[in-house]
């Protein structure tokens, strides 16, 4: 069984530390910044989504849990009560915690939630290289609705 609960304060600087490595190589691949330049831009887009932490309004983070008892994961998302979607900022399960239908089952229980609190859309941005995500948003019923694209411009390689 997954179920969710709010990240609570001692678990928040994992998660930044988690979420800043993370989008930092995913910045740098997919935009082709220097490993320090996206480690900035991951700090400070963590920083300005989360000024007040685990506290943060408007932000929803969650610990994913099976069985009652284990942390797997994280899920952070935003919704919009005027349009009633919910975005998803980052959906992420523990490496050993990969591979076992959990991310499906965490997928199906968050539109369950959502849909019982009214939400009628759910959005979100996958890397193109990420095909692990990629599958399971696939698998759960997203569509792709456009391409992200990016040039560098001066001198940069």
């Known amino acids: 069984m997954i179920s969710f609960r709010p990240v609570q304060h001692h678990e928040f600087a994992a998660f930044a530390d988690y979420f800043i490595a993370d989008y930092a190589e995913e910045i740098a691949v997919n935009y082709r910044l220097s490993e320090a330049d996206a480690l900035l831009q991951a700090r400070r887009d963590l920083e300005s989504s989360f000024p007040d932490r685990e506290s943060t309004a408007e932000q929803v983070l969650l610990c994913i849990i099976q069985d009652d008892a284990q942390h797997i994961g994280y899920l952070w998302y935003k919704p919009d009560l005027q349009l009633m979607s919910a975005y998803i900022n980052d959906f992420y399960l523990f490496p050993a915690f990969r591979g076992q ?19 009628t859309q759910l959005k979100l941005r996958v890397a193109a290289g990420n095909q692990r995500a990629r599958h399971v948003y696939e698998a759960s019923g997203f569509e792709v609705t456009g391409i992200n694209m990016n040039k560098l411009l001066g001198n940069r390689t």
């Open 101 to 119: 239908g959990l991310g499906s089952k965490a997928m199906k229980h968050l539109e369950e939630k959502l849909e019982e609190e009214g939400f």
